[in-house]
Every structure is written in structure tokens, then in C-alpha cells.
């Protein structure tokens, strides 16, 4: 543990350094590249305008290599190898792509990822506001939200644990599982509830909106505050009640941070991988995009077109979200 700790001190420390001396040296050759020498004015004029617009690419460098280097080849290397076959070897044109929309696991993915979709952002973003209101309004609201951002520190793996046992079916005897053990309490009988086809994947889901719920509730409690005090007032004054308070004047005026936290859940939904593959491994119709592009890459020997397929449409899905966000925030930006 101890060596641990002096290695991540050390990594960090080299780390600050090396960047500290890329920025002075890096200055100090640019300034010894583009002089400014005191005899010839228009020389060092230009000399001076030059160096004003090398320096902010010259700090950008470091981030622009690793841009390319780690997201840019990436992608271009995943669409060259979605081309060929298992091997990467031999050239099939676009075999996998037709196998893609021919296969019915990958067909199961795709409703699965969108339903998803459908549930998981719009559930976290309504809890997490429907919290940040309500705790507001209450004096033990800091200790409410304390213990809704808790799972936020729960991995996902871990998480999944947690709902296995809540999940549990015994066949015979006790149900251990709390799920069960209520159903059996009220008469019902237990179920092996993460295998019933369909309503299985709505399980798994609990889990994620479990976890996300509390990062939506932290922003869009941030963004209520932000709601002047007066507007609050005023609608009171004018008879509004709560519900009409709710969604007239709150939900309006932070409809933008609503925004930003559905598109933020909405791609992580997409990249979800951890929960499926922990409380099912992707039985009874549960495979998600990820998963299925996991088990074509490194199960069975591999298969590098069929993954990369996959990558391809778990990027390509991703992207439009990305580009809204971006265009988003531009028109914000030149609003303001």
C-alpha cells in the first residue's frame, strides 16, 4: 500500500514538473526562434505578431498530440478494421455490417440500448429534480442529498453487487433477496427476477438511476438556487401554487441545466457496460451495445470487424448528442 501511494506521489510530481519545463523551454526556444532585436522595429514587430499566435498552439500542443493519439486514430483505425475480417488481415468490404443489422443479438441490442434510452435519463433527471426541490424546502435537506449522492461514490461493479442481493432468489426455504422476501411477505410468489425476459432489463435499470440520480439532483439543486427569490415571490403573491410554481416558473429557468444533465446521462447510458455484464453477462435478452462489442473482441479468439461494427454505431450514436451540446453552448455563449 505504502509503495502504491509513493508511486502515484511520484507519477504525479514528475508529471507537474514535465509540464512546467515543456512551457519554459518551449517559450524560451520561441522567443529564441522569433527574436525581437532592438535596431530593427518592423522585424520585431512581426516577430512579436508571430509569437502571439505560435504561443496559444504551442501550449495547445500537449492536448491537441493526445486528442489524436488517443480519440482521433482510434476511430479512424475502428472504421479501417470494420472492413475486414476476424483477423484484420483479409478485406470483406461490408460483410460485417450486413452480418450487424442480420443478427438478432445485435438487433436485441439495439432495442435494448434504446429503451435505455428512454427510461434511464428521463428517471434520473425527474427524481433529481423532483429531490433538489423538496430537499430545499426541509432542514435536514443537506443530510437528504448526502445520502442520495452517496451510490455516486459506488462503483459499478459494486453497485451490482448491492442489487444481486437485493435481487437474490432462493429456490426453496427463505428468500434472503429483499425484493422476494416483500413479495413473499404480501403472498406473492418469488421470482428470479433478472431473467424474466424484458422487464429484467427495467431491473438493471434501477441500478444505474439508483446511482445517477444523486449528480442530478447536485446540479439541478445548484441551478434552483440560481432562480431569483422575487420570481418565487411574485408567483406566490399571484396565487400559484407548488405545482404550479414547479412547472411554470422553475423547471423554465433551468431548462438548460435539464438539458445538460439528460445529454450527459444519455451518453453514459450508451457507453453502460459494468451493470449487464455483472448481474447477467448479457442472458435472457439483456445484451447492450457495449457488452455485445466486449464479447465479439476478446471472447472466442476475437473477432476485430464484428467489434469495431459495433464501436462504429456506439460512436456514431454518440455523436449527435455531442455536436447538440456543442452548438448548444455556442448559442448560449454568443447570447451572452
Known amino acids: 500500500m505504502l509503495s502504491q501511494l509513493v508511486s502515484a506521489l511520484g507519477v504525479v510530481v514528475v508529471a507537474v514538473f514535465a509540464c512546467a519545463a515543456y512551457f519554459y523551454f518551449s517559450n524560451k526556444l520561441l522567443d529564441l526562434a522569433l527574436p525581437v532585436k532592438d535596431g530593427d522595429i518592423i522585424a520585431a514587430s512581426k516577430n512579436l505578431n508571430r509569437r502571439s499566435v505560435i504561443r496559444p498552439w504551442l501550449f495547445l500542443f500537449p492536448a491537441l498530440f493526445l486528442l489524436v493519439v488517443y480519440l482521433v486514430y482510434p476511430v479512424i483505425a475502428t472504421l479501417i478494421l470494420s472492413f475486414y475480417d476476424r483477423s484484420g488481415v483479409e478485406f470483406v468490404g461490408f460483410n460485417n455490417y450486413k452480418w450487424a443489422f442480420g443478427d438478432r443479438e445485435f438487433r436485441q441490442s439495439i432495442f435494448n440500448n434504446i429503451l435505455w434510452l428512454a427510461v434511464v435519463p428521463a428517471a434520473c ?56 422476501a416483500i413479495v413473499q411477505t404480501f403472498g406473492g410468489t418469488p421470482q428470479v427476477w433478472i431473467s424474466v425476459p424484458f422487464w429484467n432489463s427495467f431491473f438493471l435499470m434501477v441500478i444505474l438511476i439508483w446511482i445517477q440520480t444523486g449528480f442530478a439532483m447536485v446540479i439541478l439543486s445548484a441551478a434552483l438556487r440560481g432562480i431569483p427569490e422575487e420570481t418565487i415571490e411574485a408567483a406566490v403573491i399571484d396565487g400559484a401554487n407548488g405545482w404550479q410554481i414547479f412547472w411554470r416558473i422553475m423547471v423554465p429557468q433551468v431548462w438548460g441545466t435539464i438539458a445538460v444533465v439528460w445529454t450527459t446521462i444519455t451518453i453514459l447510458v450508451l457507453k453502460v457496460f459494468d451493470i449487464v455484464l455483472t448481474m447477467t453477462n448479457g442472458q435472457w435478452d439483456t445484451m447492450v451495445l457495449a457488452n455485445l462489442m466486449f464479447n465479439w473482441m476478446f471472447r472466442g479468439g476475437g473477432d476485430s470487424g464484428r467489434s469495431a461494427v459495433i464501436a462504429l454505431i456506439i460512436m456514431l450514436a454518440v455523436t449527435p448528442i455531442m455536436v447538440w451540446n456543442v452548438r448548444r453552448a455556442n448559442r448560449e455563449m454568443g447570447g451572452k
Open 125 to 180: 433527471t425527474f427524481f433529481g429534480l423532483v429531490i433538489a426541490v423538496m430537499t430545499d424546502r426541509i432542514w435536514w435537506g443537506n443530510i437528504a442529498k448526502s445520502i442520495v449522492f452517496m451510490p455516486m461514490a459506488i462503483s459499478f461493479v459494486g453497485a451490482s453487487v448491492i442489487w444481486k442481493f437485493i435481487y437474490e432468489y432462493r429456490g426453496s426455504g427463505t428468500q434472503i433477496g429483499l425484493l422476494n
